[in-house]
């Protein structure tokens, strides 16, 4: 039994020096930078300077340099190791000890009698009656005959909140959701080409049901319009030695086509300019 007790002994010392030793705060986290200092400023340094040098130059961001492989100094001075960061909250309701040991109960403060209204229309109404028109007149009948309205009168005048129903949920109501199978099936292009067939058939029908009134006849003013005056074709001029000598180019294919071509050109003879009328058009 002792040699049991003394190996247990010492297989707990040597677990208490394998287990490392434990840190403080201080020691886990390095202490806050502070702005530098004239005793700080080593030879070398990129914030070394040449002249009169003060602690307030170290202490503005514009001429603080920032130190090979070191971050910027931001060169504000920060509070001792006992200032608490954030903001303290004095608590007014005796916080979780007071809440477990009593509860406060709010006291309704006593209420006033409500002041009633000033009845004016029966005060002017009784104020004409006696014969009193000006403005002091009135005010002296007023402190005399101090009219009020009652309870049971200014319910009435007063309106009363509408009724609501139980059930009834305030609110905007929420926007219904976006039809995702519809939008990849096409539905509402289906949909469209559907009721674009729909209004044409119900055209054709209807031009079908038209009803005819009868035969419309031409009056002279129709005809006028779509009469063509003849245009005389005066035969071109040819030199005498050159009147059998037939054309050297051709670029109808047929001699269909180019009869249409003539034919064309006579119909707008009438309406062209320059002397063979192939110019441009006589009106736009």
Same mark, same amino acid.
């Given at each position: 039994m002792?040699?049991a007790a003394?190996?247990?002994r010492?297989?707990?010392q040597w677990k208490?020096k394998?287990?490392?030793?434990?840190?403080t705060?201080?020691q886990?986290?390095?202490p806050?930078?502070?702005?530098?200092?004239?005793a700080?400023?080593?030879p070398?340094?990129?914030?070394?300077?040449?002249g009169?040098?003060?602690?307030?130059?170290?202490?503005?961001p514009?001429?603080?340099?920032?130190?090979l492989?070191?971050p910027r100094?931001?060169?504000c001075?920060l509070?001792?190791?006992?200032?608490?960061?954030?903001?303290?909250?004095? %608590?007014?309701?005796? %916080?979780?000890p007071?809440?477990? %040991?009593?509860?406060?109960?709010?006291k309704?403060?006593?209420?006033?009698?409500q002041?009633?209204t000033?009845?004016?229309v029966?005060m002017?109404r009784?104020?004409?009656?006696?014969?009193?028109t000006?403005?002091r007149e009135?005010?002296?009948?007023r402190?005399?005959?101090?009219i009020?309205?009652?309870?049971?009168?200014?319910?009435?005048t007063?309106?009363?909140?509408?009724?609501?129903?139980?059930?009834?949920?305030f609110g905007i109501p929420?926007r219904p959701s976006t039809?995702?199978f519809?939008?990849?099936?096409h539905?509402y292009q289906?949909?469209?080409?559907?009721?674009q067939?729909?209004?044409q058939?119900?055209?054709?029908?209807?031009?079908?049901h038209?009803?005819?009134?009868g035969k419309?006849?031409?009056?002279?003013?129709?005809?006028?319009?779509?009469y063509k005056?003849p245009?005389k074709?005066?035969?071109?001029?040819?030199?005498p030695?050159f009147?059998k000598?037939?054309?050297h180019l051709?670029?109808?294919?047929?001699e269909a086509?180019?009869?249409?071509?003539?034919?064309a050109h006579?119909?707008?003879?009438?309406?062209?300019?320059?002397?063979?009328?192939?110019g441009?058009?006589?009106h736009?």
């Open positions: 002792p040699e003394a190996a247990c010492e297989i707990t208490k394998k287990q490392p030793a434990r840190r705060v201080s886990i986290c390095p806050p930078r502070r702005p530098l200092t004239v700080d400023i080593r070398g340094m990129e914030n070394e300077r040449l009169v040098v003060r602690d307030s130059m170290y202490q503005n514009l001429i603080v340099k920032a130190e492989g070191k100094e931001r060169s001075s509070p001792g190791i006992n200032f608490n960061y954030g903001l303290y909250i004095r %608590g007014t309701d005796g %916080g979780v007071a809440a477990l %040991g009593h509860w406060n109960v709010f309704q403060q006593p209420t006033c009698p002041e009633l000033r009845n004016y029966a002017n009784g104020a004409l009656k006696a014969g009193l000006t403005a009135n005010f002296l009948y402190r005399l005959n101090d009020r309205i009652s309870n049971q009168e200014d319910r009435h007063k309106k009363e909140p509408p009724s609501l129903p139980p059930n009834m949920t929420s039809p995702f519809d939008l990849l099936q539905r289906q949909l469209w080409v559907q009721e067939k729909a209004a058939k119900a055209i054709k029908m209807e031009k079908k038209k009803v005819i009134l419309l006849y031409e009056t002279r003013s129709c005809q006028l319009r779509k005056p245009v074709l005066d035969a071109l001029w040819h030199m030695h009147q000598v037939g054309r051709d670029t109808f294919p047929t086509d180019r009869q249409r071509a003539l034919k006579r119909e707008e003879y009438a309406v062209r300019q320059g002397a063979l009328r192939m441009n058009y006589t736009p």
